[in-house]
């Protein structure tokens, strides 16, 4: 066994208990006069809870790391940590994994979490039936074994470099077979909260979890609200009826919070590439001479300036600027017209051709949509915008890939293997991009895999599979009283299990 990872997880555990006791023994302490409640606001409301049975990241925003829990997690800074395994150890070949799972650790219905229920989520998860979202993250696995109540080893067919990524991410929670069916309206996890109610159009409530095996979270309960509307959005916060905002996007009233002391505003990193997504499998976006023509016609520096002040970094292939084996595309298809008006022609459309422009909720698409329909229009390319809701749009565009063209981003850190799936909504096939991931997958030096992802960016660059836009620039605006709460994004989560008032 190359290596067991707990004594880390112990000390902290340890460490963290006993700060919890010395607070609840010291009469008049600080903790105790603080406050317990919170709203967080969102702009979109999740269709459902089940983080295991949708794409759609507001689920991950209410429920990763608060409700439920994988058997490892992501912190803040993008590392992994104990999540319901305290310890996990890999073989020498890379083909198996064996995880120890916490021996207090309950489902929010009373029953334990152990390693029968750990089989059931993966192997539920691997299913000729999933109806998971990244039913690939389960592919290599070959058999899921529990050869104790604590102890889980999972039997790879082939080495895979992002196992333990991909096992940390709201599609790989730990669910119990009890309560998979009906995990949508009343989810059931072993996280340190657990569900309260849910207001349809409204909010989701979660309340401290007082059976929880780990250190007991600061704050009793709280409430998710969705906003959609960015002034509304503005005014909750000024009104003080929001408490943090952590993924603003009305970036246009930034400074209005950044001159009011009772409001602090964060800038970080985050994992959303946004991009115009193209159907690659629908004439004439089937030809990359009209797909280059695109990126062409996209002033993609006016873009980022008018929809997120300028700040967003713009990046010109499907990874995020700030991870290892980024390589700057950008200046591959600079903001030419008559290029691009030039590759239409070549392409057999010299009087362009119309297409449709369906746009989610998200306040960047809306506003990005509208602004790169003027700019194809003044290439020929007569495009008729359609905004949709984000049920619909999961329905159609993701699942059923009717389309033409859509502005979205995609917040799964490292998910640039997505242009490798066959039934992707993309319809892009590369038999070069193919073995590219299939070297990758095998890969476990990182300077080779960073290599190997530099080269994947460029395929997918030089394919204009999809219009490549910019970084989503992951903006908090909060209560200055506020601690805890997330700088940088590493995943589409808002994780409020270490969040606290200061008083």
Same mark, same amino acid.
């Given at each position: 066994?190359?290596?067991?990872?707990?004594?880390?997880?112990?000390?902290?555990?340890?460490?963290?208990?006993?700060?919890?006791?010395?607070?609840?023994?010291?009469?008049?302490?600080?903790?105790?006069?603080?406050?317990?409640?919170?709203?967080?606001?969102?702009?979109?409301?999740?269709?459902?809870?089940?983080?295991?049975?949708?794409?759609?990241?507001?689920?991950?925003?209410?429920? +990763?790391?608060?409700?439920?829990?994988?058997?490892?997690?992501?912190?803040?800074?993008?590392?992994?940590? +104990?999540?319901?395994?305290?310890?996990?150890?890999?073989?020498?070949?890379?083909?198996? +994994?064996?995880?120890?799972?916490?021996?207090?650790?309950?489902?929010?219905?009373?029953?334990?979490?152990?390693?029968?229920?750990?089989?059931?989520?993966?192997?539920?998860? !691997?299913?000729?039936?999933?109806?998971?979202?990244?039913?690939?993250?389960?592919?290599?696995?070959?058999?899921?074994?529990?050869?104790?109540?604590?102890?889980?080893?999972?039997?790879?067919?082939?080495?895979?470099?992002?196992?333990?990524?991909?096992?940390?991410?709201?599609?790989?929670?730990?669910?119990?077979?009890?309560?998979?069916?009906?995990?949508?309206?009343?989810?059931?996890?072993?996280?340190?909260?657990?569900?309260?109610?849910?207001?349809?159009?409204?909010?989701?409530?979660?309340?401290?979890?007082?059976?929880?095996?780990?250190?007991?979270?600061?704050?009793?309960?709280?409430?998710?609200?969705?906003?959609?509307?960015?002034?509304?959005?503005?005014?909750?916060?000024?009104?003080?009826?929001?408490?943090?905002?952590?993924?603003?996007?009305?970036?246009?009233?930034?400074?209005?919070?950044?001159?009011?002391?009772?409001?602090?505003?964060?800038?970080?990193?985050?994992?959303?590439?946004?991009?115009?997504?193209?159907?690659?499998?629908?004439?004439?976006?089937?030809?990359?001479?009209?797909?280059?023509?695109?990126?062409?016609?996209?002033?993609?520096?006016?873009?980022?300036?008018?929809?997120?002040?300028?700040?967003?970094?713009?990046?010109?292939?499907?990874?995020?600027?700030?991870?290892?084996?980024?390589?700057?595309?950008?200046?591959?298809?600079?903001?030419?017209?008559?290029?691009?008006?030039?590759?239409?022609?070549?392409?057999?459309?010299?009087?362009?051709?119309?297409?449709?422009?369906?746009?989610?909720?998200?306040?960047?698409?809306?506003?990005?949509?509208?602004?790169?329909?003027?700019?194809?229009?003044?290439?020929?390319?007569?495009?008729?915008?359609?905004?949709?809701?984000?049920?619909?749009?999961?329905?159609?565009?993701?699942?059923?890939?009717?389309?033409?063209?859509?502005?979205?981003?995609?917040?799964?850190?490292?998910?640039?293997?997505?242009?490798?799936?066959?039934?992707? +909504?993309?319809?892009?096939?590369?038999? !070069?991009?193919?073995?590219?991931?299939?070297?990758?997958?095998?890969?476990?030096?990182?300077?080779?895999?960073?290599?190997?992802?530099?080269?994947?960016?460029?395929?997918?660059?030089?394919?204009?599979?999809?219009?490549?836009?910019?970084?989503?620039?992951?903006?908090?605006?909060?209560?200055?009283?506020?601690?805890?709460?997330?700088?940088?994004?590493?995943?589409?989560?808002?994780?409020?299990?270490?969040?606290?008032?200061?008083?």
């Amino acid at each position: 066994m190359a290596g067991w990872n707990g004594g880390v997880r112990a000390a902290v555990l340890v460490a963290a208990w006993a700060a919890a006791a010395l607070t609840a023994a010291l009469p008049g302490a600080a903790a105790a006069e603080a406050r317990r409640d919170l709203v967080v606001g969102m702009q979109l409301e999740p269709p459902h809870l089940d983080p295991t049975a949708g794409a759609a990241g507001a689920i991950d925003e209410v429920v +990763y790391a608060n409700l439920f829990e994988p058997l490892l997690r992501i912190d803040s800074d993008g590392g992994l940590v +104990y999540a319901l395994a305290e310890e996990w150890g890999v073989s020498d070949d890379g083909l198996s +994994y064996t995880f120890r799972l916490r021996p207090g650790a309950r489902f929010h219905d009373g029953t334990a979490a152990d390693s029968a229920d750990v089989k059931f989520s993966l192997d539920r998860a !691997r299913a000729a039936d999933s109806v998971n979202a990244q039913k690939g993250y389960f592919a290599t696995i070959d058999r899921v074994e529990t050869p104790d109540p604590l102890t889980v080893v999972v039997h790879l067919t082939r080495p895979d470099g992002l196992f333990l990524f991909h096992m940390a991410q709201g599609d790989a929670v730990i669910v119990a077979p009890e309560s998979a069916a009906t995990n949508k309206q009343k989810p059931v996890g072993t996280g340190p909260f657990r569900f309260a109610r849910w207001v349809a159009g409204d909010r989701v409530e979660l309340e401290r979890n007082p059976d929880y095996d780990g250190p007991a979270p600061a704050l009793d309960r709280v409430t998710f609200r969705f906003i959609a509307d960015p002034a509304a959005q503005v005014a909750s916060l000024m009104a003080g009826d929001v408490d943090t905002f952590p993924q603003f996007n009305t970036f246009e009233a930034l400074d209005r919070f950044r001159n009011d002391q009772r409001f602090r505003v964060k800038t970080g990193s985050g994992e959303g590439e946004t991009l115009m997504a193209i159907n690659n499998a629908r004439p004439p976006f089937d030809d990359v001479r009209v797909r280059r023509a695109l990126a062409h016609a996209i002033d993609r520096a006016a873009v980022i300036e008018a929809v997120t002040a300028g700040i967003a970094p713009p990046i010109g292939s499907h990874f995020a600027p700030h991870r290892a084996g980024y390589v700057d595309l950008t200046g591959l298809y600079p903001y030419d017209p008559d290029r691009a008006r030039a590759l239409l022609a070549e392409a057999g459309h010299p009087g362009g051709f119309s297409a449709t422009l369906k746009l989610p909720p998200p306040i960047y698409a809306r506003r990005s949509g509208e602004l790169i329909a003027a700019m194809l229009a003044d290439v020929g390319v007569r495009v008729s915008v359609e905004n949709t809701e984000w049920a619909p749009w999961l329905e159609r565009v993701f699942r059923a890939g009717d389309y033409d063209l859509t502005v979205i981003a995609h917040t799964e850190p490292l998910d640039i293997d997505i242009y490798g799936r066959p039934d992707y +909504y993309f319809g892009y096939r590369s038999a !070069r991009f193919d073995a590219l991931m299939a070297e990758l997958e095998t890969t476990r030096d990182e300077g080779h895999r960073n290599a190997l992802y530099g080269d994947a960016q460029r395929v997918i660059a030089e394919d204009a599979v999809n219009a490549f836009l910019f970084q989503l620039p992951i903006v908090t605006v909060e209560k200055a009283g506020l601690e805890g709460t997330w700088q940088n994004r590493p995943l589409q989560a808002n994780d409020i299990t270490g969040v606290r008032w200061r008083n």
